[in-house]
């Protein structure tokens, strides 16, 4: 499984990966290997999907040395047919960006899922269309038998393997504002394009869901207005209005 975690002391994000380390003597082993990401350098990653790309596996019979290495990472144009669409249900997509827009509130708890690479697929195209401000609040983990926490408090988003005793976040309903069903359209097509543009916005978005939400409603309303082409004063007013609201 990922997990992803914040160091905030020392300004790292970190995106690690686990496996079972049967070959080892003691039974319960495991490897990790752990990406280290300056929090300044979250906003541009094209694709966070990408990083599982770098992981490999540890063994005995092998050199740890290139584990402590830096990794120069180079990013790359996508067109539509680049795109790959996501396979997670489009509410667990939908509760994950909410929840992590909102890092901070009550955490997520879902069952674990059989296959866990389409869950991180998931849970990495969230990760594309938020700024680093509000990624360096969020913490996950795709494989885990009991609840977790990390400095005293749970995980942003987790999928469990064991009975939670309580509610599991995909029992509830959930309800999709335009803004929101803009960025969850990017997300299940696998728009990596779309999240670039509203990482672009970082300065101006923050934190703040508020932000979020102002800079995506303009973006999606002239969009729509381009492809429209209706060119009326109203239009105008409604784009300027929402500028001024924000």
Same mark, same amino acid.
């Given at each position: 499984?990922?997990?992803?975690?914040?160091?905030?002391?020392?300004?790292?994000?970190?995106?690690?990966?686990?496996?079972?380390?049967?070959?080892?003597?003691?039974?319960?082993?495991?490897?990790?290997?752990?990406?280290?990401?300056?929090?300044?350098?979250?906003?541009?990653?094209?694709?966070?999907?990408?990083?599982?790309?770098?992981?490999?596996?540890?063994? !005995?019979?092998?050199?740890?040395?290139?584990?402590?290495?830096?990794?120069?990472?180079?990013?790359?144009?996508?067109?539509?047919?680049?795109?790959?669409?996501?396979?997670?249900?489009?509410?667990?997509?939908?509760?994950?960006?909410?929840?992590?827009?909102?890092?901070?509130?009550?955490?997520?708890?879902?069952? #674990?899922?059989?296959?866990?690479?389409?869950?991180?697929?998931?849970?990495?195209?969230?990760?594309?269309?938020?700024?680093? $401000?509000?990624? $360096?609040?969020?913490?996950?983990?795709?494989?885990?038998?009991?609840?977790?926490?990390?400095? &005293?408090?749970?995980?942003?988003?987790?999928?469990?393997?064991?009975?939670?005793? &309580?509610?599991?976040?995909?029992?509830?309903?959930?309800?999709?504002?335009?803004?929101?069903?803009?960025?969850?359209? #990017?997300?299940?097509?696998?728009?990596?394009?779309?999240?670039? !543009?509203?990482?672009?916005?970082?300065?101006?978005?923050?934190?703040?869901?508020?932000?979020? #939400?102002?800079?995506?409603?303009?973006?999606?309303? !002239?969009?729509?207005?381009?492809?429209?082409?209706?060119?009326?004063?109203?239009?105008?007013?409604?784009? !300027? &209005?929402?500028?001024?609201?924000?």
């Amino acid at each position: 499984y990922e997990a992803l975690s914040d160091h905030v002391k020392q300004n790292y994000y970190v995106i690690a990966k686990t496996w079972y380390a049967d070959e080892m003597k003691r039974p319960g082993c495991v490897w990790t290997h752990s990406l280290l990401i300056p929090f300044d350098a979250l906003n541009y990653i094209d694709d966070f999907k990408r990083l599982t790309e770098l992981f490999k596996r540890p063994s !005995l019979d092998g050199s740890l040395d290139e584990y402590s290495s830096t990794i120069e990472y180079e990013n790359k144009n996508y067109s539509a047919d680049d795109y790959m669409p996501v396979s997670v249900d489009r509410k667990i997509e939908a509760i994950v960006l909410q929840a992590f827009i909102n890092a901070g509130n009550d955490p997520l708890v879902f069952e #674990a899922q059989k296959d866990n690479e389409l869950v991180e697929d998931g849970l990495l195209s969230v990760m594309n269309t938020l700024p680093w $401000q509000m990624l $360096q609040k969020i913490s996950w983990c795709t494989g885990t038998a009991y609840i977790r926490k990390m400095n &005293g408090n749970p995980l942003t988003c987790q999928f469990v393997s064991r009975n939670t005793n &309580g509610p599991l976040s995909s029992e509830g309903s959930v309800t999709e504002e335009l803004w929101q069903t803009y960025v969850l359209d #990017a997300i299940m097509r696998g728009d990596v394009n779309q999240g670039q !543009l509203i990482r672009m916005f970082a300065d101006d978005i923050g934190a703040s869901e508020k932000n979020f #939400a102002t800079i995506v409603s303009v973006l999606y309303t !002239l969009e729509d207005y381009f492809k429209s082409g209706d060119d009326s004063e109203k239009r105008f007013k409604e784009v !300027l &209005g929402i500028i001024g609201n924000g």
